[in-house]
């Protein structure tokens, strides 16, 4: 039988790094599976029922949440967002540790409904660090930096209740800290389940 996986957020303010961080991590770490979501937007050209997306009707997600089917959801501009728990649970029972791409609040609804999940928050080296990196990707104008620059606050504001900090100021180093943290945490819950 195949050792059960962990299921771990990583949890960021936008321009922090994250996905380069889990892109790398994922190829120095076996059997590390992004968790799919549902959700009520219609699919953008090239996505797929089951691969991008569980795409699903507004009434079907509103029947999942009645019924206790999500581990996490939120309603963003018009569509809900949720992690159907039968798709973490199969990966996770294949042996598949389960990363999710979600926020802080997202995180602390899994928390709460499984407590065994590893929360690590992503810091930015500093603020004006990634103010100069969200200039720098030429992606938004200033208003638009300086709301995420706020919300970012808020975000890190909230640190103290994840399981681990990390401070992304060499990603290969941040990569390093997070596998470690993965592999202890799955040696933890191997020996309190012993």
Known sequence: MAESGVLIVVSAPSGCGKSTIIHRL??????????????????????QDGVDYFFVSRDTFQSMIRAGEFLEYAEYVGNYYGTPKFAVDERLEAGCDVYLDIEVQGAMQVKRQRPETLLIFLM????????????????????????????????????????YVVVNDDVERAVAEINELISAHKRRLTQSNA
Request: aromatic share 4%.
């Open 26 to 47: 994922m190829q120095v770490r076996e059997k590390l599976c992004f968790s799919r979501s549902a959700t009520t937007r219609a699919p953008r050209e090239g996505e």
């Open 124 to 163: 930015p080296p500093s603020m004006q660090e990634l103010e100069r990196r969200l200039v720098g990707r030429g992606q938004d104008d200033m208003d638009t930096i300086h709301r995420r620059l706020h919300e970012a606050e808020r975000e890190c504001a909230m640190r103290d209740a994840f399981d």
